[in-house]
């Protein structure tokens, strides 16, 4: 029961409810670093890995100061806190460890900081009540469903590159009316599971 | 309420000094450890990511000298200055390098003694002229005086001027050679700085032809070889050539009885 009930969730994270194109967050990424395919799979690696521990350590901030304190006010606050010292750190271990890997994440990974799919996982993890295990699979599944996302929007704009395109749509305007699309497309997926 | 705000106030403090503590520690513990070389050798470097040495940019360069893959004299925009410097940072002794070259241009053909037999409206890059129609003059060895050269060269030191040739300003030329690379007619040739002697033309056509088209070509009449008894000047089928590792001692009595005027000397 249990773990179907982790499946459900990583499924609604990454598709149903996907953090890009039905809850319309972390856009600016969505945008900015869906031009080439390399750069959106690294892009996508990097949040899911980062939403992933965040979801984990902001599980146990909010449960052992902010709930413990009765602070929960300070929730917003606190979140960004963490998400950046954890994204400072990580971008410090995977430059130590792996720089074949932070040379391909390049830029990538300091901009996670203000990625706000990030903090909105972790505020709905709270809100929803998710214990560690569901937290840390909603997590992953947001960062899976970022990644569908980036995949999806940079193999469309790589090919609008090369296609005839009205001088007024081209570039930008172009790659808002394909997320529109996707992002209606992405609607059918919410009769999947009967709540 | 004020202790609501006061533990508030503690909770978020504590949190962002154990946060930054923690980040602290972390970023001394996991210092990667850049060689010092690099960024010092990149910043003697002139700069101009002219690409002559055959690296991607200055700092590239920089890389593969500090880890001994490259040698480093291969800056020649930098010249023996730049060249004494890494050695000092490398610790590697510095020999007294020759002087970079210099660009030449080998063309006489400007707008008065070349012929131009057609109108030419199209791409205005010498490379797209010399691959479709030879462009409007009439020679088709000599200079086409589009500017490939101008746009290639990083430091503003070759121009086509109005008479239609490119000019070297020799004291910025670096000698990198990338105006060289660019000419599709290859006309330019890096030539040692203290060369006294050129033949501006590089037409290999017969006298009468190349008589034709230009009033300042090389006929071929060999005068100038045999002048210098086919040492500094050799003829290459029906064109002079200078071979430039030979010293030139003569004075301009070969550039005076050109009977062409095309070859050039500098006292």
Known sequence: ?195 | MVSLIIISTISIGILGILFGALLGYAGNKLKVEVDPKVQQIEESLPGANCGACGYPGCSGYAKAVAEGKAPITLCSPGGPETEKVIAEIMGVEHEEGATPPVAHVKCSGDNKTVKTNANYKGVLTCNAVHYTTQGDKACVYGCLGYGDCEEACPFDAIFVLEDGLPHVIEDKCTGCGLCAEACPRDIIEMVPRNAKIFVNCVSYDFGPDVSKVCKKGCIGCSLCARMTNNVVIKMEDKLAVVDFNEPYEGDSSVADKCPTKVIEFRG
């Open chain 1, 1 to 195: 029961m249990e773990l179907s009930r982790i499946f459900i969730i990583i499924i609604s994270a990454s598709l149903i409810n996907n953090f890009v194109l039905s809850r319309f967050l972390g856009l600016c990424p969505f945008i900015g670093v869906s031009k080439k395919m390399d750069s959106a799979i690294g892009m996508g690696m990097a949040v899911t890995f980062v939403l992933t521990l965040a979801s984990i350590i902001i599980y146990l901030v909010n449960k052992y100061v902010l709930l413990a304190l009765h602070v929960e006010f300070l929730r917003t606050v606190t979140f960004i806190l963490v998400i950046a010292a954890l994204v400072q750190l990580v971008e410090m271990f995977i430059q130590k460890f792996s720089p074949i890997l932070y040379e391909a994440l390049g830029i990538y990974l300091p901009l996670i900081t203000t990625n706000c799919a990030v903090l909105g996982a972790t505020l709905i993890n709270v809100s929803e009540k998710y214990n560690l295990l569901e937290s840390t699979a909603h997590g992953f599944g947001a960062g899976v469903g970022f990644t569908i996302a980036l995949i999806l929007m940079s193999s469309i704009r790589e090919k609008l590159e090369n296609s005839k395109i009205p001088e007024s749509f081209k570039g930008a305007p172009t790659a808002f009316l394909a997320a529109g699309i996707i992002s209606l497309i992405f609607l059918c997926f919410k009769g999947i599971i009967a709540e």
